[in-house]
């Protein structure tokens, strides 16, 4: 019991890939400053004196027993979507990191005589598809086009451990924005220098979520044990693409009136730029908040002060 006669939390031994990742860094700092052990899943040679688990998705290799020490298993790991144009082979290797690498995580906690309780397993917000301006939760159906049929694919592959009756969180992961990396860091350049604009019609929805809130919403799932399957981990408070350029504009007191025109975008990314630039889905956080977690930043404004350090006006 703690001085004031409540109840200490559990502290947990937590596994956990992608740790050197945007998220995985920040998460493996939050858990372990709550007190829990925090176990980095490594493709690289482990470090005994870290701690470590070795694996290799690529190989299917993986140190299992290792996996048998952990209480929950939070699983981040994957190549990242915007690291360049889609050809073939980059859309073969995006896959095969997600679904793959996730397939091996579960069939071997599947096969451990004592395995983890949980698996949060990260998933995306592009399991929706492009859906204009239609108010989406987690029993909206699955849209079309690679990034959706990737998410299916990726969460149909958490399945044997749910059949083997390990509690599964499929963490539908919305925009995150953290002035430290992701899409976000790569915007402040051309804003700060007055280049930013609307992309496309700018009408498209982004659901987007503060890194701060998400770290937190995971470990709040890793110890709220009722809930399970699709989680959506997005900002109660979804905006266009207009509406998120003139707020970011805002915050910086720089003016966003250069649009991105939607043929530019075609002509220099392609595919990915129609799935990432142009589409969009306006997603709510339905199951998330109905477990009472409260969000720090709920919206865009706040966050983007607190990401970029400057005063909310």
């Given at each position: 019991?703690?001085?004031?006669?409540?109840?200490?939390?559990?502290l947990?031994?937590?596994?956990?890939?992608?740790?050197?990742?945007?998220?995985?860094?920040?998460?493996?700092?939050?858990?372990?400053?709550?007190?829990?052990?925090?176990?980095?899943?490594?493709?690289?040679?482990?470090d005994?004196?870290?701690d470590?688990?070795?694996?290799?998705?690529?190989?299917?290799?993986?140190?299992?027993?290792?996996?048998?020490?952990t209480?929950?298993?939070v699983?981040?790991?994957?190549?990242?979507?915007?690291?360049?144009?889609?050809?073939?082979?980059?859309?073969?290797?995006?896959?095969?990191?997600?679904?793959?690498?996730?397939?091996?995580?579960?069939?071997?906690?599947?096969?451990?005589?004592?395995?983890?309780r949980?698996?949060?397993?990260?998933?995306?917000?592009?399991y929706?598809?492009?859906?204009?301006?239609?108010?989406?939760?987690?029993?909206?159906?699955?849209?079309?086009?690679?990034?959706?049929?990737?998410?299916?694919?990726?969460?149909?592959?958490?399945?044997?451990?749910?059949?083997?009756?390990?509690?599964?969180?499929?963490?539908?992961?919305?925009l995150?924005l953290?002035?430290?990396?992701?899409?976000?860091?790569?915007?402040?350049?051309?804003?700060?220098?007055?280049?930013?604009?609307?992309?496309g019609?700018?009408?498209?929805?982004?659901?987007?979520?503060?890194?701060?809130?998400?770290?937190?919403?995971?470990?709040?799932?890793?110890?709220?044990?009722?809930?399970?399957?699709?989680?959506?981990?997005?900002?109660?408070?979804?905006?266009?693409?207009r509406?998120?350029?003139?707020?970011?504009?805002?915050?910086l007191?720089?003016?966003?009136?250069?649009?991105?025109?939607?043929?530019?975008?075609?002509?220099l990314?392609?595919?990915m730029?129609r799935?990432?630039?142009?589409?969009?889905?306006?997603?709510?956080?339905?199951?998330?908040?109905?477990?009472?977690?409260?969000?720090?930043?709920?919206?865009?404004?706040?966050?983007?002060?607190?990401?970029?350090?400057?005063?909310?006006?």
């Amino acid at each position: 019991m703690s001085e004031d006669g409540l109840a200490k939390p559990a502290l947990l031994r937590i596994a956990v890939t992608g740790s050197s990742g945007l998220v995985g860094t920040r998460l493996a700092a939050f858990l372990t400053a709550r007190g829990h052990h925090v176990r980095r899943v490594v493709r690289r040679p482990p470090d005994p004196d870290a701690d470590e688990i070795s694996w290799d998705p690529t190989t299917g290799r993986i140190d299992a027993a290792a996996l048998q020490e952990t209480d929950c298993l939070v699983h981040l790991a994957g190549d990242n979507v915007a690291a360049g144009r889609w050809t073939q082979a980059r859309k073969d290797a995006i896959r095969t990191s997600r679904v793959a690498g996730t397939r091996l995580l579960s069939e071997t906690l599947a096969k451990l005589a004592n395995a983890p309780r949980t698996l949060i397993a990260a998933s995306a917000i592009g399991y929706y598809g492009d859906r204009g301006d239609e108010t989406l939760t987690e029993g909206s159906p699955p849209g079309t086009g690679f990034l959706a049929d990737v998410c299916r694919q990726w969460e149909a592959a958490t399945e044997p451990a749910k059949q083997a009756g390990i509690r599964v969180v499929n963490l539908r992961i919305g925009l995150v924005l953290s002035a430290a990396g992701g899409a976000l860091a790569k915007m402040l350049t051309p804003f700060k220098l007055g280049l930013g604009g609307v992309v496309g019609s700018g009408r498209q929805y982004l659901s987007w979520i503060a890194l701060d809130d998400l770290v937190a919403a995971v470990h709040h799932l890793i110890v709220t044990e009722d809930v399970s399957g699709p989680v959506n981990a997005v900002s109660p408070n979804p905006v266009t693409n207009r509406e998120f350029t003139k707020t970011l504009g805002r915050v910086l007191r720089r003016p966003t009136i250069l649009p991105l025109p939607t043929s530019i975008i075609r002509l220099l990314f392609g595919e990915m730029g129609r799935a990432l630039l142009l589409a969009g889905a306006r997603v709510r956080p339905t199951k998330l908040q109905a477990t009472g977690f409260e969000f720090s930043h709920p919206r865009l404004d706040g966050a983007l002060c607190h990401e970029l350090g400057k005063t909310q006006t």
